[in-house]
Structure formats: structure tokens, C-alpha cells
């Protein structure tokens, strides 16, 4: 069975400061996919990335980063220069590779950025 | 254009009624899906559908029936509604193909519908 841990319940910076949020998963499949997703006071799931298990390379999108490692079966999460904007809850979550899989989710980590 | 829409987006009804959210998504996908948060935040799917076949039910009670009139729609209804059920309900679509090992592409969500029951 799957499983994605987010370890970390709330975490609250202060503007422009780096922050990391941790995403571990569990799978006995060799061929799966992680996803971020964010979801603002809004509410709605906005997706951030996804990356396959066999594509460790590290990826950066504007003050976004992902660091995924399988050797430690993580897939985490950087926003550097936080802004208020940033405040949401982010979603790690976790699909097998197969004809009907779905997405498991982690718990969320509730980012609270102040000014 | 919305590419998962969802209406109702809130819906307030008494315990016992029966209910229904409808979601349609234009992006050609061949699967559905709904998923359910509840008060916790924590996202679980309900059921999955492939060209409005069921394929996933992930032992959720009969009170809710999951219905596709084609592959663009993905309609849930509730009945006898439970205090337990107040939950924002996510519809979502994938391109997600058949049967067969295929690379899985992301699924879209809708904006989900904010479910109280009173």
C-alpha cells in the first residue's frame, strides 16, 4: 500500500524568508509519480508539479524547488523569499503507475506567511 | 472557460435529505473522479470512473451514488444525508487512459463543493 507523510502540520515564517516543506512516501511499486498541490484560503487545488520516479533531477520553477530523493523516498518542497501570497495549505500526494491509479495524499502542511 | 467545474459550490441542506453535485470537465478526459475533504483537510478518493464505467469505489457507504451520463460527467448524489458527510467534495479528470500500464498524466481538479449539513 502507499503512503505519503507530511511531518509537518503548520509552519509560520515571517516574509521573504526560505522555507522547506518535507514530503516522504512509502511504495512498493518501482514506477510512481509525486505531485504538489496547493490549495489557498479559496479552496481550490491548484497543481505545482509532478515528477516520475525515474526523473530525480531536481527541478526549480521561479522561487519554487522540488528535491526529490529516492534514496531517502522524499520529495521536497522549497519556497524561497516567501511571500503573503504563499500562505495555503500544500498537499504532497503519491499515484502508482497503472491503468487506475489514483492520487494518496499526505495530511497537508498549513503555510502561514506573515508580513 | 473552467476546465472542472462544479455546481453547487456550497450547499447548506438538513440531515436526511438527499442531494446532488454535478461536475462536468471539457478537457476530453476519459476519467473521473471524486474525492472528499474532510473537516481535517485530509483528501481521500471516493470513486473513479473510465468512460462512465466504474472502476473505484474505495468502500464508501451506498448512500452515495456516483453517476456518469457520459465520459464528460460525473454526477454524485447523496441521500439520507448524514452530519458525517459535511466535507468539500473535489471532482476531478484525467486523461488517464484504460487498461494497461500507460504514463499517468495530472489530474485537474474542480473547485470543489462545500457540503454542511445541519
Known amino acids: 500500500a502507499q503512503k505519503v507523510t507530511q511531518a509537518q502540520t503548520e509552519i509560520s515564517v515571517v516574509e521573504k524568508e526560505d522555507v522547506t516543506l518535507d514530503c516522504v512516501y512509502e511504495t512498493r511499486d518501482t514506477t510512481y509519480y509525486l505531485f504538489w498541490y496547493k490549495q489557498p484560503p479559496s479552496g481550490e487545488l491548484v497543481f505545482l508539479i509532478r515528477r516520475n520516479s525515474f526523473d530525480e533531477q531536481n527541478e526549480i520553477s521561479g522561487r519554487y524547488s522540488w528535491n526529490f530523493q529516492k534514496s531517502t523516498s522524499s520529495f521536497n518542497f522549497t519556497i524561497t523569499a516567501s511571500q503573503v501570497v504563499d500562505s495555503a495549505v500544500y498537499f504532497c500526494?503519491?499515484?502508482?503507475?497503472?491503468?487506475?491509479?489514483?492520487?494518496?495524499f499526505g495530511k497537508g502542511t498549513m503555510l502561514l506567511v506573515s508580513p | 472557460d473552467t476546465a472542472v467545474s462544479q455546481t453547487p459550490k456550497y450547499l447548506v441542506t438538513q440531515m436526511g435529505n438527499d442531494k446532488s453535485i454535478k461536475c462536468e470537465q471539457n478537457?476530453?478526459?476519459?476519467?473521473m473522479y471524486w474525492y472528499k475533504q474532510d473537516s481535517k483537510k485530509f483528501l481521500k478518493i471516493m470513486f473513479s470512473y473510465n468512460n462512465k464505467e466504474l472502476i473505484i469505489n474505495e468502500t464508501v457507504p451506498n448512500r452515495f451514488s456516483p453517476k456518469s451520463p457520459d465520459k464528460a460527467h460525473l454526477n454524485l448524489h447523496i441521500n439520507s444525508l448524514e452530519l458525517g458527510d459535511s466535507a468539500v467534495y473535489f471532482c476531478?479528470?484525467?486523461?488517464?487512459?484504460?487498461?494497461?500500464?500507460?504514463?499517468?498524466?495530472?489530474?485537474?481538479f474542480g473547485e470543489g463543493s462545500w457540503l454542511t449539513v445541519v
Open positions: 500526494a503519491l499515484s502508482e503507475a497503472g491503468g487506475y491509479s489514483t492520487l494518496t
Open positions: 478537457l476530453g478526459h476519459d476519467t
Open positions: 476531478a479528470s484525467s486523461p488517464l487512459p484504460g487498461q494497461g500500464a500507460q504514463l499517468f498524466d495530472t489530474i485537474y
